[in-house]
Structure formats: C-alpha cells, structure tokens
C-alpha cells in the first residue's frame, strides 16, 4: 500500500509556542490530506480537509487561526498549532489517499504535548 | 450526520479463538468502509476495505463483511494470535472522501 510519513512523532513544547507537524505521501501524489485528532480512548475527530493550492475546510468548532495548515505542494500538507495550550495536547494524525484510489493510508502520528 | 458504532468496546480472549468485531453506521448511503489497526501510540494501518457495492473482502485471517442497507458491518479474525492484540477502528466514507470512525474495539489475545 501507499506510505504517508508523519513528523515528528512526539513533542513537547511550552504554552504558547508553535509546533508544525508534516506529512508526506512519500510514494504517491495526493491533492486531499487529512487531519484528525484523537483523544485518549476516544475516535479519531476530522479537524481539516487540506487542499492542495487552495485554503483548507475545517470542521465545524475547529479554530482556524489556532491550526493553521498549509499543503503547499502534492506530498507535503503541514499542521501548525499556534500558541499551544496544555488543553491543546493530543495525538494528531494525517491520511491521504492515492488519485483515484478510495483507501485513505495514515501516517504514524504525532504526540502533542504541551507543558 | 453520520454516527459510527463500534461494538464491543474491549474484547479478551484466549490464543486461537476465533472472534467477531461489529461496526454499525446510521446513515447507508456510504461510499466504503474501512477497517484498521491502530497499535498503542500509533498511527492507523488500513487492513481492509469494502465498497459500497461488495459484500465482503478477504486478507489471510480476515474477513470483513458488508450489509449496507442494515448499516452493519463486521470484522471477522480466525485463529487469533497474542500479535492481533490492538485497537481495530471501523470507518465509514461517505460522498467526500472523509471518513467517519467508531471508537474502536480493544482486542486482547492472551497466550
């Protein structure tokens, strides 16, 4: 199957910093990625759809201006939060799927916490 | 809005029985459904997935079904082995290309 790479897979940064996450497609190209959040035995929640060249749609209650996401390129969509809050600790996680290919492939996950 | 159930919640059993996971959605008017592992502090990987239009789908020990108009689906694992231990998540995708989750099963197989 596809390979979607997520960077880093922990962090741990100060109340009110920025922390990017990427993601690549490392073996494919993907105009749509995707960006969840998950918290402690709960489901994984949608936060943004990140388009390439254009803005992303965010999910309803998701701050746009706190998540900001950037997929400047066909492989790379970046998730930064801003001013990170410890309420903002999470595992956040990306998928994308392969043009014209139904199956969404996820990268690895990112860690999140905020001291 | 589409609502994605997972039942049960946690699952234990012993080594080499056979177990049924379940997926249920409320909305049927689904794209495809998928089924992933998600080991502790990890990402999700995908293990199988069933358009809209099949019925099942097969990958060595496992066999996902699909009863769309019910909104059912479920995750069969033959012979479990102590390495299917996990999180299985059902997910759902409907016209875009989201997907909609359960909260998982937590599966442990004891040796």
């Known amino acids: 199957g596809a390979v979607v790479s997520q960077h880093p897979s922990r962090v741990i940064c100060k109340s009110g910093t920025s922390v990017k996450i990427e993601c690549r497609s490392l073996?494919?190209?993907?105009?749509?990625m995707f960006w969840y959040r998950q918290f402690p035995k709960q489901s994984l929640m949608l936060m943004a759809t990140?388009?390439?060249?254009?803005?992303?749609?965010?999910e309803q209650g998701v701050e746009k201006d706190k998540f900001l996401i950037n997929h400047a390129s066909l492989t790379l969509s970046t998730l930064t939060v801003t001013s990170a809050h410890p309420e903002d600790s999470s595992f956040y996680i990306c998928?994308?799927?392969?043009?014209?290919?139904?199956?969404?492939?996820f990268g690895q996950g990112t860690r999140l916490t905020v001291v | 809005k589409q609502e994605v159930t997972q039942i049960p919640a946690a699952l234990s059993v012993p080594e080499g029985e056979n177990l049924v996971l379940n997926c249920s959605f409320t909305?049927?008017?689904?794209?495809?459904l998928q089924w992933f592992r998600q080991d502790p502090g990890k990402g999700l990987t995908s293990l199988l997935l069933?358009?809209?239009?099949?019925r099942e789908q097969t990958s060595g020990r496992l066999n996902a079904s699909l009863d769309k108009s019910s909104g059912r689906s479920t995750l069969y694992i033959a012979a479990s082995q102590p390495g299917d231990s996990a999180t299985y998540l059902c997910?759902?995708?409907?016209?875009?290309?989201?997907?909609?989750f359960g909260k998982g099963t937590k599966l442990t197989v004891n040796p």
């Open positions: 998928s994308a799927n392969n043009a014209g290919d139904t199956e969404a492939f």
């Open positions: 073996d494919f190209q993907a105009t749509t």
């Open positions: 990140s388009n390439e060249g254009s803005k992303a749609t965010y």
């Open positions: 909305d049927s008017a689904i794209y495809n």
């Open positions: 069933i358009q809209s239009s099949q």
């Open positions: 997910g759902v995708q409907g016209g875009s290309e989201k997907l909609v």
